[in-house]
Nanobody
């Protein structure tokens, strides 16, 4: 499975961005997709995850109510809509794939087998 994250950029606090994760190589519908982020010097943080059928969705506490994850099976793409961005959202954002769906435990990065290269999001205050 190959994942390609895109859509990052430099924005101001309060702005919105939409990240995309294009998935290829295996049956898209067989994988759950998660978004994680990491700022230099900090631990990797869970952002959001969506199950292979889209019926299961989880968000990290720091993004609830501001970010929305969705998937487009026709285009093998998962989106992360980020609204009301804050300076604390600045990080490299990674998408990852797993063949598992573990409910709330899907937030742990160790369950993911495949990772994309990351896209930088910088929010200026």
């Amino acid at each position: 499975v190959q994942l390609q994250a895109s859509g990052g950029g430099l924005v101001q606090a309060g702005d919105s961005l939409r990240l995309s994760c294009a998935v290829s190589g295996r049956t898209f519908s067989s994988y759950s997709i998660g978004w994680f982020r990491q700022d230099p010097g900090k631990e990797r943080e869970f952002v959001a995850a969506i199950s292979w059928r889209g019926g299961g969705i989880y968000y990290g506490d720091s993004v609830k109510g501001r970010f929305t994850i969705s998937r487009d099976s026709a285009n093998n793409t998962v989106y992360l809509q980020m609204n009301s961005l804050k300076s604390q959202d600045t990080a490299v954002y990674y998408c990852a794939a797993t063949s598992k769906w573990l409910g709330p435990n899907i937030r742990f990065s160790r369950h993911y087998n495949y990772w994309g290269q990351g896209t930088q999001v910088t929010v200026s205050s």
